[in-house]
């Protein structure tokens, strides 16, 4: 089972949201490495109450910082530097975890190092979640292109669903097209968020394929 680097095109697209997803159905283990924002929420805490069985598969972020900012306001306001490069990285880091990011690609963690330029350390491929909302086909085009030109293989993109979106299946067409990446899932807007809401939701057939679950 392949591990991921997940990447949003924005911030609260629903990366959180996938991961649980994919958790769910799934035995990844998620790590979320660096987390900002700890003051009003904690990605890694939410992922073991949707769902209690995923609880001994969940890292604890490496830092956790209070303000919902970019890292790396956040830790200048902490009077911190993150160097993501020294960060222990979990054993068999190359099959079976999910890691998240923080916002989109170009998310800095310092004041010269990006997520993008992490990710491409670690030798993850992405996937890309997108909001399924008018402006999608512009965001997930140049993310997937930013990937591309680091090098850093697409695993595909999956469309979300939040509260503000207004779906439209053809986003999905248009993605394959224009960014040449294959869009594995669209999800639905979840009214209430539960395990059982997310088992639901089954994984597709070519998300497994990509992800080489047999």
């Known amino acids: 089972m392949r591990s991921v680097f997940i990447f949003g095109t924005d911030t609260n697209v629903g990366k959180t949201l996938v991961s649980s997803w994919l958790m769910a159905h799934l035995p990844y283990r998620y790590w979320k490495p660096i987390q900002s924002g700890a003051s009003l929420d904690d990605d890694t805490t939410t992922i ?6 995923a609880q001994p598969r969940c890292l604890a972020p490496f830092i956790r910082l209070q303000a919902p900012l970019s890292p790396h306001f956040a830790a200048d306001e902490e009077a911190l530097t993150i160097d993501p490069f020294t960060i222990p990285l979990p054993t ?7 890691v998240e990011g923080a916002g989109g690609l ?12 992490w990710a491409k350390n670690m030798s993850l491929p992405a996937v890309i979640v997108s909001k399924n909302h008018v402006g999608t086909i512009n965001h997930t085009c140049l993310t997937a292109m930013v990937l591309k030109q680091y090098q850093i293989p697409i695993v595909g993109v999956i469309l979300n669903t939040t509260p503000e979106c207004s779906p439209d299946p053809r986003h999905a067409s ?19 968020l539960s395990l059982e809401a997310l088992a639901s939701s089954p994984i597709p057939a070519l998300l497994c394929e990509r992800l080489s679950i047999p």
């Open 106 to 117: 170009m998310v800095p963690i310092n004041h010269q190092v990006t997520f993008l330029d």
């Open 92 to 98: 068999d880091l190359s099959n079976g975890h999910i």
């Open 48 to 53: 073991e109450s949707l769902i209690p069985s």
């Open 174 to 192: 248009a993605i394959e097209e224009f960014a040449k990446v294959p869009v594995l899932a669209s999800l639905s807007y979840f009214d209430k």
